[in-house]
């Protein structure tokens, strides 16, 4: 008699989703099957053995994909142990499990990194979520053949895929970014015991390339911030953003759609990077509160006008709001007549690049732009600006 029961192993980490696991025993020898699965405690029904439909709407579909592939699992390991009754073969609860592991889907590459995108959007890492979606619309089209066995991945097919990607004009920093990706996704499976290691990314190029400044230098802010856009309100709208986004040290984004009124206390403003959790703190100058009082609503928790609906699908919100701002700055980068493509990302590069001209310490602007190590720092400010180079480069050939 073999039997299989579905077990909710809660997290040693406070405030974390367990893992949900199944347990096989076969003649008293029992094995566990860790899947990728993960709930809260208060999303588990113990008694029944399955989650509980959620009120939370980012959590939603996240309980009904796990809920629909618990079914499917319990049916193939159902249809496993009845055919090895059916044999009338000797069996273990290790046979069992391996022929789980051997005819899942989660060892083809296609659908493994599908379980490892679900994964990040449950641990709400959506902007991670979005790039390995990206990396794996990319292989997908590379690869039209239908899905790859994970241990069908070698060297030979990274290096056809990265040839793939330069024949169509992929630039070599994107061909990096998505095998980076593959690699990290690949390593993950290794870890899991999916496949063995045969290193399919060591003869393909997974480092960076410099590229042009993506840097604004102190008058063209000025310029921009002297735009007359009264009778433009969406353009001058996106304007203050920007400037708000530079004036808070190149705060990203994401990080300014999500600020509450409260974060101000006694003239500091006070957030927490969603990237890296890490907490920063702003003092609050003339032209931030200049900006802040413009469009302050009374009606909204948030600072800025960002967020027009709390508690309402807030991330599509906040994407909506982003392509939009960085639309109007596209037409605002031509109205001043600047050479790069202007976005709110571009604040970030100019306050680090404008920071390094006026001498500041690397460590200092590091610390700004809340990085975790100064190594990160480094490579912003590596080819931000080649004017120098090219001054000192004047200076040699001028003695010819």
Known sequence: MTTVKVKFRPSTVKDRPGTIVYVVTHRRLVRQITTGYKVFPHEWD????????????????????????????????????????????????????????????????????ENVIARLRQLNQIGTARNYRAALGSFKRFWDN????????????????????????????????????????????????????????????????????RAVSVSDIRRIRDLNLSHRPNLESARDLFLFLFLCRGMSFIDAAFLKKTDIQNGVLTYRRH???????????????????????????????????????ERRQYETALRRVNKSLKVIAEMVKLPVTLTTYVTRHAWATIAKSKNIPVNIISDALGHNSVTTTQIYLASIDSSIIDYANEQVVNGL
């Open 275 to 313: 990237k890296t959790g890490q907490l920063l703190h702003i003092k609050v100058i003339k032209q931030m509160e200049e900006i802040i009082d413009r469009y302050s609503n009374k009606e909204s928790p948030y600072l800025l006008p960002v967020i027009t609906h709390p508690g309402k699908d």
């Open 46 to 113: 113990e008694e029944h053995s399955k989650p509980i439909p959620s009120d939370n709407n980012s959590r939603m579909d996240i309980i009904n994909q796990t809920t629909q592939r618990l079914h499917l699992d319990m049916a193939r390991l159902d249809e496993i142990i009845k055919r090895f009754e059916s044999q009338c073969r000797s069996y273990s609860s290790d046979n069992v499990v391996m022929e789980f592991r051997r005819t899942g889907e989660e060892n083809t590459f296609f659908n493994f990194m």
């Open 146 to 213: 239908g899905d790859i066995p994970i241990e069908a991945i070698d060297h030979v097919m990274m290096e056809d895929y990265q040839a793939y990607l330069t024949s169509t004009g992929v630039v070599p920093n994107s061909t990096s970014f998505y095998t980076r990706i593959l690699r990290a996704v690949y390593n993950r499976a290794v870890e899991q015991g999916l496949t063995t290691d045969r290193r399919p990314f060591r003869t393909v190029f997974t480092g960076t390339e410099k590229t042009l400044k």
